[in-house]
C-alpha cells in the first residue's frame, strides 16, 4: 500500500469509529422519559458489557484447556529454545564435522601404518575394505540426512487427504505429518528436528538418518576395536611418564620422541571419543530401530501411548495403521522391493525414493500379510 493511501485509510477509520462511538452515546429516539441520568447509567453499562464482548472475543477459543494456556506461559521460553536450536545446528554439523575428520586423521597417521607394518595381508585387506567402506557409508548417508528436504505438504493443492489443519501454517495437514517449530514448517511423517544435521527428520530422509546412526555406531566400534592395543601401550607410556618418582627407584624413564608423544595422546583422544559416540549413538539407533519395528515415528510414539491408554480405559485396544509388520516396516523404510536391494539399497550408497509421496498412506490392517518380494 502507498504512504498516501496509508494514511487516509488510518485518517476514515478513525473517523468511521468516532461516529460509530457517537451513535452508541447518543439518546435513543424514543427512549427513556424523565432525565438522563438513568439513560447514562443504562449507556454506561451497555457500552461496558460492550467492551467486555469486544475483549474476550479476542482471545476466545472454545478449545481452550489448561494444555492452551501452559503453552501460551511458556510461548517465550519455546521461543528461545528453538532460535537457540536453529542457531546451534549449524555449530553442531560443523563440530560434526571436525571430530569425524580428526578421527580419521588420527586413523591414517597412526593406526592404520600399524595394521599395515605388523598384520598378516589378509587382516590388511580385510582392515582396508572394512575402514572405507564404513567411511563411504557414513559420509554419503549424513550428506544426504542433511542436504535432503524431509518433505512438505504442498500449499497450493487443497484436495489432499488431511486430519486437521496446521494452526501455524493454515494449510490442512496429511496424516502422519506435524508442524516443527524450529523450521517453521508442516512436515511429512515428522520424526524429530535433529540439531546434529540441522534438519528434521521425515518421509524423504529418514532413510538417510537412520543409516547414518547405524553406519557411524559400526565405525565407531570398528575404530575402538582396531586402536585397542595402541591405546593400551599409550595409556601404559602417558602413565609412566605421569608418575617419576615411581619410575626413579624401578626403571629409567623411557625417552619418547615428541612424535610418540603426540601419538599417544591422539590414540587416547580416538578410543574415548569413539567408544563414547559407539554408546551414545548406538542406544539411539537401537531406539530408532525398536520404532521402525513398530511402525511408529518418535512424535507418533507419545501419541500412541496416550491413545493406548485412552482406549484402554474404555475397554478398546489401539491397533497402530501405519504398522504393516516387523520385516515389512524395514522393507518399506529401506524401499527393498527384491531381495537384490538388501545388498544394492542398504549395504551400498543408493539415492532412491521412498516409496509413497508422504500424503496418502495405505492403512489396511494387512500387517500379517507377507510383502511380496
Ligand atoms: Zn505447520
Ligand atoms: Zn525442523
Redo the contacts with the bound molecule.
Sequence with gaps: MRMGSSWRWQLSRAMRLALRWCRLCRPQRGGRAGGSRPWISGRTSELWSYSKVLLKSLYYNSLSNSDTLLDCVFEPVYWIVDNVTRWFGVVFVCLVILLTTSVLVIVYLFVLPTILSTYPVLWIVWHLCCGHWLLIMVVFHYYKATTTSPGHPPKQKVHIPSVSI?K??I?P?PPRTH?CSICD??VLKMDHHCPWLNNCVGHFNHRYFFSFCLYMTLGCIYCSISSRNLFLEAYSAVEFVSCPFQSYYQTPPPEYTFRETTAHKCIIFLCVLTSSVAVALGGLTLWHAMLISRGETSVERHINRKETKRLREKGKVFRNPHHHGKMNNWKLLFGVEKKSHWFTRVLLPSSHLPSGDGITWDCTFTRRDPMAI
Excluded: L, V
Aim: one cysteine or more; glycine letters at 0%.
Design positions: 496446521c501455524k501454517c494449510t495437514k508442524h514448517i508442516c
